[in-house]
């Protein structure tokens, strides 16, 4: 490959996911540990099941699954690939939030969510210092699937 592979094209020695669910209720579940995490189209939130390498993360989530909706809190830390040794967890990044996917009708689903990630000493263009950023959001979908003519 011209230029050499890039740090996401090799990961030797990885664990992606080790993780453990608590179920309190019927519709309450506690996880704990190494896990993907995958939201809507996947284009904020996914385990980059396109790369050469999954992206993983460690934490805590608590799931809420009822009838019409699913609701998931987590805190969790990114675990970015170490080409050569052992995955681990950034210790000064945090990403936490609330996802919910409820179904309004056979044609019409949202997604709402609340997201946070928070980094120390970040750089931008020679400037380090606490970066925090925070993203509220809206998905509308169709669970079953529309064909439209042309």
Known sequence: MPGGRRALDEDSLALQQAFVDLRLSEHVTLRSGR?????????????LDWSNTRRAWEGFKAIGTFPDRRVDIFATRFVPVDKHDFNEGE????????YSVHVVSKQLALDLYWLAFEK????????????????VGLRAWSPKRIRHRL
């Open 91 to 98: 210790t000064d990044v945090a990403f936490y939030g609330v």
């Open 35 to 47: 896990q993907a995490l995958q939201y809507g189209k996947q284009r904020l939130i996914s385990p």
């Open 120 to 135: 120390e000493k970040a750089v931008w263009g020679g400037i380090t210092d606490d970066e925090e950023r925070y993203t």
